[in-house]
């Protein structure tokens, strides 16, 4: 992920295209590509259950799983 400059002369991250086809995100990831703050994402993944720790390594989110229950959380 770079920088870039947009129309209006902001700063901001650019997305990465690839997040789409990963099994796994980081925590900064799933922000980008969810476009939610840290906080919810959190809130999302704990609630989904799927948050893997994984000694050594950050904690990473399983997509699939957190996709799901946003789509069960849309429906109710």
Do not use: W
Not at 50 to 60: D, F, K, M, N, T
Request: hydrophobic share 35%; proline share 4%; glycine share 6%.
């Amino acid at each position: 992920m770079g920088l870039e400059i947009n129309f209006y002369g902001s700063i901001g991250r650019r997305k990465d295209p690839t997040a789409s086809e990963k099994l796994f995100l980081r925590f900064s990831e799933a922000c980008d590509y969810y476009n939610l703050g840290l906080v919810h994402i959190r809130r999302l993944a704990r609630e989904a259950d799927a948050i893997y720790h994984i000694y050594g390594a950050p904690p990473l989110i399983e997509r699939e799983k957190l996709d799901q229950y946003i789509q069960e959380f849309r429906r109710s």
